[in-house]
């Protein structure tokens, strides 16, 4: 079998099961369509997604339906989208094709490869009309999106690039937050501004250039004393903000982190924690938080390693309502949002990813999201909820619900993600675990096992035992196992 085929498979696998969406990887198309420019901006924007993806013919777009492809149609198919690559784009690129099976359906995939040189973009315009792949649509780069691909493909990250240029280490000092660098390695600072200014080289913060520095965005990002110092970082916050209601009609009190995000990490989380809990008096005044710490910490770690620099004009933003609490960054997600537990990392900066990682402000086992579930579960709240749009990604967490306050979708989202969370332990969830999860007792096993049938009959797990008779005793997987 061709190298590509096992992933083409894998991929129409993933995009059909068990909620039919088009991914990034690959777009379905039930004929072909006789508009050349959109099928070029759709091969444009495939060889500018990593790993590049395929257009797949005999797919229904409205609902997944397969529809019959002929021989005919699949030669006229190849020659056509083999010119448009040919002479539609700003330079020939070769398509690979095959008929393949899928549970007994002939289907066309059309492999479009990554292009090492980008951006990509159409023949007869200029580099800004270039496509991308985003939350499984094709849409256009903004002028932001195509000088970071055009960095990505020299080989530099935005953790890499130049923020500012400095003539003394003093100036460095003046700008970077080093005793806050120095606290969160649990050392103390040198005495010798020569060791500190080396230490920042070697955690790749700044770049010596003679007798003059390059502070990286790398170092600035994470400790600047303040972000507005650096022209390229301006518009780069974190704003918490606290709402009267269920709605951002009235705003009761807004947070900007003004700071690098490891200078103002902890605040931020113990601004959102005073403004989410509820106060308790009993002989001592105590404050009980209304969601788990741990999984605030690692949403907003997330929000920031995750989010695209490229995209201006949008805040990494924390809303808190008085029923959620959402974390918004910008950029699609890149892994689909029904595998953030399980999927391993992938992260836009990943320098920055490893480096949040050393200082402990954040988890590198998967994306953080499955010890942020585990703690949810803990304290018996919903199912976080994740969204992904064209240019930004949202997690909402809810305060806690009991069972029967749930609705049907509530419910089936907490045994799937806690199904994921057990899966990956190596562990299958039954009746036992859901009762555990969803604060039952013994004698409501009945209702654990009416949750477990809904989460089957909608896709999102599959028994391991389906020849036991009596369903108290199925154990459940996720459907991807």
Known sequence: MITWHNKAIKLLENS?????????????????????????????????TQGGGFLVF???????????????????????????????????????????????????????????NKPMYLRGKDIYEAYIRSAGHTVKMSREQVHELIAQSHGLTFEDRVAMNVNSAEEVLQLLDYAKFYELLHKSVPTDISRVVAQFEEYGLIAARGYTFDILNLGAILFARELC????????????????????????IEYVCKSGYAVGFEDLIDFIAKNTGKERIEIMRSHEPSYPIVAVR????????????????????????????????????????????????????????????LLDMCERRGSGIDRATDAI?????PAYKAQSEDDFTRITLFPKKSVKDMTRDERIAVCYQHACLLYEDGQ??????????????????????????????????????????????????????
């Open 16 to 48: 059909l099961s068990p909620i039919p969406q088009e991914l990034n990887g690959i777009d379905w198309k039930c004929a072909l369509s006789d508009k050349s420019e959109r099928l070029a901006q759709h091969l444009c924007a495939f060889s500018n």
């Open 58 to 116: 005999g797919i229904n777009n409205d609902d997944a339906s397969f529809v019959e492809i002929t021989k005919t149609e699949v030669e006229e198919i190849a020659n056509k989208l083999g010119n448009i690559a040919k002479n539609n784009l700003a330079w020939s690129i070769q398509l690979e094709h095959d008929v393949l099976d899928y549970n007994g359906h002939a289907l066309l995939f059309m492999h479009i490869p990554e292009q090492t």
């Open 229 to 252: 110092d650096f022209n390229g970082l301006k518009g780069k916050e974190i704003v918490v903000r606290r709402y009267e209601g269920t709605n951002n009609r009235v705003l009761n």
């Open 298 to 357: 690692e949403l907003l770690a997330n929000m920031m390693v995750h989010q695209d620099f490229a995209i201006k004009g949008m805040l990494s933003t924390v809303e808190i309502f008085t029923n959620r609490i959402t974390f918004t960054n910008p950029g699609s997600s890149l892994n689909d949002v029904n595998r953030l537990i399980d999927l391993p990392p992938h992260s836009r900066n990943e320098k920055m990813a490893q480096l949040m990682l």
């Open 377 to 381: 579960g803990q304290m018996k709240l």
């Open 428 to 481: 299958a969830i039954n009746n036992m675990s859901a009762r555990e999860r969803f604060n039952l007792n013994k004698n409501q096993t009945v209702l654990a096992s009416r949750i477990l049938s809904d989460t089957q009959q909608v896709g999102l797990i599959k028994p391991v035992n389906p020849e036991m008779e009596a369903k108290r005793y199925f154990a459940y997987i996720p459907y991807y196992g």
